[in-house]
């Protein structure tokens, strides 16, 4: 039997760890495939190695976890694979900040060396957000834990390379790409955050080659000019007409341009007439390749203008600008500015203004990927939660443009493309390459590395060791769901999708359980380096995880935003008191109680035992059916529900007297018995939920063996319920609530002593007989008498309804009736007083008439507010006769 002591208040830093590595020595987080049983595969979304426990990744941790306990506890082959992602940008930043803090440069360093910095600071930094997540209890399969550029993640990425390039749906191409100058990379499209930004629209003067006038164009770009290489005009637009064809010379560069008509051009924006610079849009950029336009790069991937820029190379882009803007109004080109609110694209990494340039770059073409991608959404073969994210997927999946994979990056997966100096061969490789299979010449490997989310949209079949048939991904692909952020459905799971129908010929998972953003109060962003943000770290250390957990649930609905509310976790870090106290009462109380050696079918069970395990059955059947629906917020109430408003405020105090020995032995241990049943049956239900506090407490319950992050779920079949101890109870517990709450109005201590006369007849009042124990136990009632429905009402006595009985409670000895009806009269002339200023300002016209309709309406509903306490009193009163 285990030790069934608790200590007397429960310390969460005393517990958590203690029970962690209970079930990490035990080997309760990992699992082998087993075809015997069905397979609930969770694949963990890889945090960065750069990354730190945020609330995000806590409530995305949570959710998680609980979907993997509740499986692994009804018998699934669970598995929940973790690991970490390289995260290219990011690390090499955080290598690149440091190495600047010895006075180095990563090109002073070179590749080599430089990589074995970031692999350094990946082994010394990159397992601290995986020791993070055991804190807050993650029960994933660590012993399986990846990383993208592990030996067997590199060797899919490979892989996936070499087949797509040999299908022709990978090739390289001088295309416009989003440049971010910051981060010195190309980015997706998808990394490019557009923020609405208040600029200045210029109108510039070009003058026409011919000298018989001008074509006024407005920029808000007026550094790019330098690269102009046309003027557009509409070629419906007549107020051009006569100038197509014509050419005009670029100003400040003396460039003889043309005039050029395309239906793109807007006729309402600006002037009508659109300078083009195909270097530097991309718009422009297929402007300049429908009508065979020279491209003039003006600015260079270092963010300063190229010596294509004549005198104002090496200059800065901002800086470029205001000369360019000097000597355009000393020449008289100027002509006019306004102000414009407009789209201005941002690195979502770094938040540099993104430049559009024209690189050399390899990109997957995206529609034969995407066409699969699209019908296993609209078939419903992967599913949506909720449901409206489908149409957020397919409206991306519908219009993807080509993927840009490379980035100008030394941290990644080096693109497996290998040049030869000799022949120009251009060999792409599973394997290195050390010279040329064509000449034998030298060749050397191209310099980028390949976007992360390369590497990350192969997770969920790379890491089970494709393309290697292995027995898990034999039994674990695919997998059951994917939960993450919504705001990375492009980023990521739209990339799983088409890489698991492309290479695995299915579908990575069946469900996408999307959370919302975890927000401040007032529903601002959480910015830690703002200083509004939450650390979770600090909470688990004040409040212990359970409650951190519980908090980051409570309320929690698929797909919505969270408010962050404090007062939540001091109310999550309450329950978990109210389960360690009630949690030690039971225990003292099954000091002398073995559950092997009763025979529960024999116990004399009293109606408030019949009530409890019906309850516990319902209470089971409901967690699972919320869970299967991925409501977590909803069975986590239901589980609550069920412990502080069922079996502690109702069951364990009804039980008390049997227990205390009042009824005979055999009544106490039916009593024990359904105390134990309910106790065990509570924190199998909470333990998804609350595992440390629950894993402690079970452990040194009566018949506990092994742990209980694998034991089973309390039996939730429909046959263990009990309608009529239900129904009876259920009357009961409203009657008592009557009685509690006329206590309360007349300021009556809840433990005070009560005569109590009810008033009825019919089945219920025979309840109320036979129950008296149950009503004098919970409502504090001692004398207890009964009259008939005709009867006249008791004098002198506070009355309630409850189920159709007239409840009385005689006032004579329950309070002081004189000092009573001092206080309602002191009550009555404070409501007169405030009443008078209400009704005052209500019959001024002036008020009515002049201030807002809203503060108007209050009054009035506070006048409303004010007679209907009024009127209520003064019965108070004349019931004290």
């Known amino acids: 039997m285990a030790e069934r002591k608790l200590a007397p208040a429960y310390d969460p830093v005393q517990v958590e760890d203690r029970i ?5 020595d035990g080997g309760y987080f990992h699992a082998e495939p087993d075809k015997s049983k069905e397979p609930f595969v969770i694949v963990m979304p890889p945090p960065n190695i750069t990354g730190t426990l945020h609330v995000g990744h806590a409530l995305m941790s949570t959710i998680e976890d609980i979907l993997v306990r509740i499986r692994r506890m009804q018998g699934y082959n669970t598995e929940w694979w973790p690991g970490t992602d390289h995260a290219s940008i990011a690390t090499e930043a955080k290598v690149v900040a440091s190495l600047a803090m010895e006075g180095l440069t990563k090109a002073e360093l070179g590749r080599e060396e430089f990589l074995r910095r970031c692999w350094d600071w990946k082994d010394k930094y990159g397992g601290a957000i995986v020791n993070q997540q055991k804190k807050l209890g993650c029960s994933a399969d660590w012993e399986r834990s990846r990383f993208t550029m592990d030996e067997v993640c590199s060797r899919a990425v490979r892989e996936v390379f070499v087949r797509l390039y040999d299908e022709g749906l990978i090739y390289r191409g001088h295309r416009m790409v989003n440049w971010c100058t910051g981060c ?36 808000t770009r007026p550094e790019t000019m330098l690269g102009d290489t046309a003027v557009a005009v509409h070629p419906e637009d007549l ?43 991309v718009n422009d950029y297929e402007l300049g390749k429908k009508h065979g336009l020279d491209s003039v790069q003006v600015i260079g991937l270092d963010g300063l203008m190229t010596k294509e820029a004549g005198r104002f190379e090496e200059m800065t882009a901002d800086a470029c600008r205001e000369k360019v803007l000097e000597e355009l109004k000393a020449g008289g080109l100027l002509r006019k500015t306004e102000v414009l609110r407009h789209a201005v694209g941002h690195c979502q990494r770094c938040g540099t203004t993104v430049e559009p340039l024209p690189s050399m770059q390899w990109f997957v073409r995206m529609e034969p990927l995407a066409k699969p991608a699209v019908e296993v959404a ?4 992967v599913q949506f939660v909720p449901e409206r994210f489908t ?7 519908e ?24 022949c120009g061969e251009q060999v792409v490789s599973r394997t290195d390459v050390e010279s040329c299979p064509e000449c034998g010449g030298a060749v050397r490997q191209d310099e980028d590395v390949l976007d992360t989310w390369f590497s990350s949209a192969l997770w969920p079949f790379s ?41 695995m010929g299915d579908k990575p998972f069946s469900y996408v359980l999307l959370h919302g953003l975890v927000r401040n109060a007032d529903g601002s962003k959480m910015s830690r380096s703002k200083g509004a943000g939450v650390d979770p770290l600090e909470i688990i250390e004040k409040y212990g995880a359970d409650a951190l957990r519980m908090t980051m649930i409570s309320g929690n609905t698929p797909g919505n935003d969270i408010r962050w509310n404090p007062d939540k976790v001091e109310a999550s870090r309450n329950f978990a008191n109210k389960v360690w106290n009630a949690s030690r009462f039971v225990l003292m109380n099954l000091e002398d109680f073995e559950p092997a050696s009763v025979d529960e079918a024999s116990l004399p069970y009293e109606l408030e035992d019949r009530w409890i395990l019906s309850r516990l059955a319902f209470a089971s059947a409901e967690v699972q059916r919320f869970v299967d629906r991925f409501e977590i917020g909803e069975a986590a109430r239901t589980v609550q529900d069920f412990i502080w408003g069922e079996f502690c405020d109702w069951y364990i105090e009804a039980a008390k007297p049997r227990l205390y020995g009042r009824h005979g032995d055999e009544s106490r241990k039916a009593a024990q018995y359904a105390l134990w049943k309910g106790l065990d049956g509570s924190l199998r239900l909470l333990h998804p939920f609350m595992p440390f506090i629950t894993e402690e407490i079970w452990q040194m319950l009566p018949g506990s063996s092994g742990a209980l992050i694998v034991s089973g779920l309390p039996l939730s079949s429909e046959s263990l319920r009990d309608s009529e101890a239900e129904a009876e109870v259920g009357m009961l517990t409203d009657v008592v609530r009557t009685i509690r709450n006329i206590k309360a109005e007349f300021a009556v201590a809840s433990n005070k002593k009560v005569d109590a006369i009810f008033q009825g007849g019919g089945q219920d009042i025979d309840r109320i007989k036979s129950n008296m124990e149950f009503i004098r136990t919970l409502a504090g009632v001692e004398g207890a008498s009964f009259i008939s429905p005709g009867d006249s009402k008791p004098h002198k006595a506070a009355a309630g309804v409850s ?3 007239g409840i009385f409670l005689p006032l004579e000895g329950m309070i002081d009736i004189g000092k009573e009806t001092e206080r309602l009269t002191r009550e009555v002339a404070g409501i007169d007083k405030e009443l008078a200023g209400v009704t005052a300002k209500l019959s001024n016209a002036s008020f009515v008439s002049k201030a807002p309709e809203a503060v108007v309406e209050r009054e009035r509903t506070r006048s409303l507010e004010l007679e209907a306490a009024r009127a209520k009193l003064m019965a108070r009163i004349e019931e004290l006769g």
Request: proline letters at 5%; a negative charge; hydrophobic letters at 35%.
């Open 20 to 24: 962690y590595r209970f079930w990490e």
């Open 184 to 219: 010195k990379t190309s980015i997706s499209d998808i990394e490019v955050d557009h923020e609405d930004e208040d600029g200045t629209l210029w109108y510039i003067d070009y003058p026409l080659e011919d000298g018989t006038g001008h074509i006024t164009i407005a920029t």
């Open 239 to 281: 107020r051009y007409s006569g100038m197509v064809g014509k050419h005009v010379v670029l100003p400040i560069m003396g460039r003889r341009i043309p005039i050029i008509a395309d239906s793109y051009v807007e006729k309402d924006f600006g002037t009508g007439a659109l300078k083009v610079t195909p270097a530097h849009d």
């Open 378 to 381: 609209k078939s419903q073969a």
């Open 391 to 397: 149409k957020t997927y397919l409206n991306w999946m």
């Open 399 to 422: 219009n993807c443009k080509d993927w840009c994979i490379s980035r100008q990056l030394w941290w990644g997966h080096r693109i497996p493309v290998w040049y030869c100096g000799s």
């Open 463 to 503: 890491i089970m060791g494709w393309p290697e048939q292995t027995p898990e991904l034999e039994h674990w692909y695919p997998g059951t769901v994917l939960e993450t952020g919504y705001d990375i459905i492009f980023f990521w799971v739209a990339r799983m999708i088409f890489s698991g129908l492309k290479f």
């Open 803 to 805: 189920s159709g009985i």
